[in-house]
């Protein structure tokens, strides 16, 4: 897995490549934390996510909970179906803030 991070009007942006797993799960939860510490404004790019796992959603349900608790947000934008159909399953479609 591979995350770029772009900057811009208040908004951080997180590029996310690859797979999103037991492994690589703690980087994407260590990068969406530091974001936050920077910035109230999220934004997680899921165009080249071809997977998640349960480990990889706890890393977003973190995300969220900490976008809540600054009264801040995070949103996911360009989910591929494979991926959004983990999210629709498990529930979190309605958790999450996807575009």
Same mark, same amino acid.
């Given at each position: 897995?591979?995350?770029?991070? &772009?900057?811009?009007?208040?908004?951080? *942006?997180?590029?996310?490549?690859?797979?999103?797993?037991?492994? *690589?799960?703690?980087?994407?939860? &260590?990068?969406?934390?530091?974001?936050?510490?920077?910035?109230?404004?999220?934004?997680?790019?899921?165009?080249? $996510? &071809?997977?998640?796992?349960?480990?990889?959603?706890?890393?977003?349900?973190?995300?969220?909970? *900490?976008?809540?608790?600054?009264?801040?947000?995070?949103?996911? #934008?360009? $989910?591929?179906?494979?991926?959004?159909?983990?999210? &629709? $399953?498990?529930?979190?479609?309605? #958790?999450?803030?996807?575009?």
């Amino acid at each position: 897995m591979n995350i770029v991070t &772009e900057k811009g009007d208040g908004v951080i *942006t997180l590029k996310v490549e690859g797979r999103v797993d037991t492994i *690589t799960s703690p980087i994407l939860q &260590e990068a969406i934390l530091n974001a936050f510490m920077k910035t109230g404004s999220l934004v997680l790019d899921f165009a080249q $996510v &071809e997977y998640i796992s349960s480990a990889g959603l706890r890393a977003l349900l973190i995300g969220e909970k *900490t976008a809540k608790g600054k009264g801040g947000s995070m949103k996911l #934008i360009h $989910v591929a179906a494979s991926v959004m159909s983990v999210f &629709e $399953v498990t529930g979190f479609s309605g #958790i999450l803030h996807i575009e």
